[in-house]
């Protein structure tokens, strides 16, 4: 069996889809991995083929932040579609795969299958849709006229005209659902979880060995280790840290902060001596040791938490950040989430306290994490597609 795998080019999806690539290469599955460069030893670390597609981001006046930001995002997902398409589809009938796997907002996995007539299996890495829940459904509505919409709606067209591919409107990309499908979720963490048929499989928390992750050792003392990281989008906020810094100066705990590109230590005044700041940090080295971790509350982030037990609080900043930090809270993993524009350093000294140091809180978190276990394995996501390939090619004749 050969497939190909188009994931989005950001990290939060590349890195959930890495452990089920290395398992479907265990299971004897010929895999080429469609990524920007920057992911070229990740990849071939699971076994896959790489091959390198443009980094594409939407440089355009009418896609911008604040109000305007849902309005733009259809055309940011389309422009990335039509910035590395021209790259996959020569390699694609060269490889000539069974298969093609992709996450549920690389388009052109969509546009691939449609004009080369294979099946479609979609990666959910975040909300699945269903009758009863979406993520789009009650968005804001904008009109046709609107720049970005306007944009989107003719390129749009352009894909349906050359791929074949249905009209890719705004609830087709983002309610739309491959021949199969398979959540990186589990069905407890997704809303309305219990509404979903057979065509979807909930794989829960993926996690396998990263290649080429920096080395991490745990402090020896036995004392409490706090992570933080606040993801790779909206991590240039210099005031968590001047709120940070004062309330851990003072306690006998160690702590780790992911900084990411955009902030740098020396923009970060006096660093406690009980503080060590990483430009990028191995999490999946650290959360089996952390005792409470600050997130943004990413999907990812959130099932790594679980699956590790790391009790939590959130500081999400976007709204499905703010859904992930409710999800967190319901099934016991959080134990306190506010919003970046109502936090203070009094609140975030009274969650590290409870987070600490309440100990049911903590036997909660520890028994989500046991019900995240049960049913999490990158081996059995890996298994789900072989069988519906086999299912496929039976139907097939």
Not at 255 to 281: S, W
Request: glycine residues 8%.
């Amino acid at each position: 069996m050969k497939a190909a795998y188009i994931p989005v080019g950001a990290t939060g999806h590349v890195l959930a889809s890495l452990p089920m690539v290395g398992a479907l290469v265990q299971k004897g599955v010929s895999i080429i991995y469609f990524a920007p460069e920057r992911y070229r030893a990740l990849v071939e670390g699971t076994g896959a083929a790489f091959s390198p597609i443009p980094a594409v981001a939407a440089k355009d006046d009418s896609v911008s932040g604040g109000e305007d930001f849902l309005a733009g995002l259809p055309l940011v997902f389309l422009r990335e579609a039509e910035g590395v398409i021209g790259s996959v589809l020569p390699a694609l009938e060269a490889f000539r795969p069974d298969l093609i796997i992709a996450d549920e907002l690389a388009l052109a996995g969509r546009l691939a299958a449609s004009h080369l007539g294979l099946p479609l299996c979609m990666i959910f890495t975040s909300y699945a849709p269903s009758e009863r829940f979406s993520i789009c459904r009650f968005w804001p509505e904008y009109p046709d006229t609107h720049p970005a919409r306007a944009k989107a709606k003719a390129l749009a067209k352009a894909f349906t005209k050359a791929y074949g591919v249905p009209m890719l409107t705004l609830t087709e990309m983002f309610e739309g659902a491959g021949d199969f499908n398979i959540s990186t979720l589990t069905r407890e963490f997704q809303p309305a979880g219990e509404s979903f048929g057979e065509n979807f499989f909930f794989a829960g928390a993926q996690i396998a060995p990263r290649a080429g992750s920096a080395a991490w050792t745990p402090p020896e003392d036995g004392k409490p280790l706090v992570y933080s990281s606040l993801g790779s989008l909206f991590n240039n906020w210099p005031e968590f840290y001047e709120a940070l810094f004062p309330i851990v100066r003072e306690m006998d705990i160690h702590v780790v902060c992911a900084l990411g590109r955009a902030l740098t230590p020396d923009r970060l005044g006096d660093i406690p001596p009980n503080v060590t700041l990483l430009p990028f940090a191995p999490q999946l080295d650290i959360l089996p040791h952390t005792d409470c971790f600050i997130t943004h509350a990413g999907t990812g982030s959130a099932m790594e938490a679980l699956y590790f037990g790391a009790p939590s609080i959130c500081l999400p900043q976007m709204e499905e950040q703010q859904l992930t930090a409710e999800r967190m809270m319901t099934v016991g993993i959080a134990c306190a989430s506010v919003h970046r524009s109502a936090f203070t350093g009094e609140w975030l000294r009274q969650a590290l306290l409870t987070a600490l140091y309440d100990r049911p809180f903590r036997a909660r978190a520890k028994e989500a994490s046991r019900r995240t276990r049960a049913v999490s394995s990158c081996r059995r996501a890996a298994d789900a597609i072989v069988d519906f390939m086999n299912r496929w090619n039976k139907k097939q004749g």
